[in-house]
């Protein structure tokens, strides 16, 4: 089945598609045949910016839903040109943009309520492409007591599950995720959650030194340059209880976005160091969930996380992959512990989500569950997502 998998993560750094030619879930049998990034133009990003988490007018969000729509149609039109392929498409499976997410219930109006909201008209794929779209996955998860998130560990699991080797999968987005996979596991064995930031902090700091003309540290060429401040990085992994709180968790712009980048910016320091001080807290937020939840899964004991450490290999994904400085800082919080890219597997670094969404609306058009409980923490699998015809 030919399926178009769409992302835009937290990033905003724009839209993936990956269009791929999916033979069966298990074991995942999959060929990537196109795969296109699409930017998203300054003023749709400031726009998404505005209705995330912030008090906004209904007309605005139900025109940037709108707009999504199309703007997704023709970001699959424009992977669809590209590659030339002559076979048809017949399913999408597009996670939306989130504007909120909310995995912890907290009081409304008299009822303990979580909440999720991903915008992007599914209809306007639909009626471009005469094909069904999956779309809104997580609240299904959530109706089952789960947190909504994370999604990609059940690719995770169908692509890097090994009888015999250990493996962590890990995604640094706007937010950094990882998956554990014991090696010779069974889905329930395995566990994922948002370790923390992944370039968010990082990318918000360049959008507003520069008034939206830079979107990204390219390489870590700045933070590099700079001098981390460590009184934050301590003060902040050691009075935020979300580090160590135990999984499943998920975590989003709600905690880092605009107010800790005012945090870092009152410090008065220089932006390379404001970016080095990001870059650190993503290493060590990463390193932190590693070394106290995944390594001790892995082991299979939280007394041996050593153990597993020299064993396993960790496979990282995501736009942070592209980021070298933050890398070395990773491996250096991280020795002994082989790091790793995905694309031995056939998931190129940046697509690797977009192939998730392909698989995860593969499994719904066949009415398969496609969440991990013991990664959201649902009381049991279901069937994710809507889909329009």
């Known amino acids: 089945m030919i399926v178009a998998g769409i992302m835009s993560g937290t990033s905003l750094d724009g839209i993936d598609v990956a269009i791929v030619d999916i033979g069966q879930l298990s074991p995942f049998r999959f060929t990537l045949l196109a795969a296109h990034s ?32 199309e703007l997704y149609a023709d970001a699959i039109d424009h992977a669809l040109r590209a590659s030339g ?29 979580a909440g999720t909201l991903q915008i992007g008209e599914p209809a306007a794929m639909a009626e471009r492409f005469g094909v069904p779209v999956v779309s809104d996955f997580r609240p299904r998860d959530m109706a089952a007591g789960g947190k909504g998130a994370p999604l990609v560990p059940f690719l995770d ?12 999968a890990l995604n640094i987005g706007g937010i950094a995720n990882l998956t554990a996979i014991p090696a010779g596991a069974r889905p329930e064995a395995i ?35 700079g001098r981390s401040i460590e009184e934050f990085v301590e003060r902040e992994l050691a009075s935020n209880p979300y580090y160590t709180a135990a999984p499943p968790k998920t975590a989003g712009r709600e905690q880092y976005g605009d107010a800790m980048v005012s945090t870092l910016e009152r410090t008065g320091r220089p932006l390379e160091d404001l970016l080095a001080s ?6 060590r ?35 942070g992959r592209h980021n070298a400085f933050l890398m070395e800082l990773l491996a250096t919080e991280l020795p002994g512990l082989r790091i790793g890219g995905t694309e031995p597997f056939h998931l190129p670094t940046d697509f690797k989500e977009a192939i998730a969404f392909a698989a995860l609306a593969y499994a719904t058009f066949r009415g398969e569950p496609g969440n991990v409980p013991s990664a959201t923490g649902a009381r049991h699998a279901v069937v994710l997502g809507k889909v329009t015809r």
């Open 191 to 225: 566990i994922a959650f948002d370790t923390g930031p992944g370039n968010m902090v990082m990318d918000s700091l360049i959008r507003r030194a520069t008034g939206g003309r830079e979107t990204f540290d390219e390489g870590g060429r700045l933070a590099r340059r």
């Open 38 to 69: 699409e930017p998203y133009a300054p003023e749709v990003r400031e726009a998404i910016l505005g209705v995330s988490n912030r008090e906004a007018h209904t007309a605005d969000l139900t025109r940037l839903h709108v707009l999504l729509g």
């Open 157 to 168: 699991y169908l692509v890097f599950s090994d009888a015999t080797l250990p493996r962590i």
């Open 85 to 113: 392929l002559t076979a048809p498409l017949e399913l999408i499976g597009c996670h939306g943009q989130t504007v909120y997410h909310q995995g912890e219930a907290q009081p409304y109006l008299g009822r303990p309520i």
């Open 278 to 283: 990001a870059a650190q807290l993503t290493a």
């Open 285 to 319: 937020s990463i390193a932190l969930g590693v070394r106290r939840f995944a390594l001790p899964c892995l082991a299979g004991t939280p007394a041996r996380p050593e153990e597993a450490s020299a064993k396993a290999e960790m496979l990282v994904a995501g736009g």
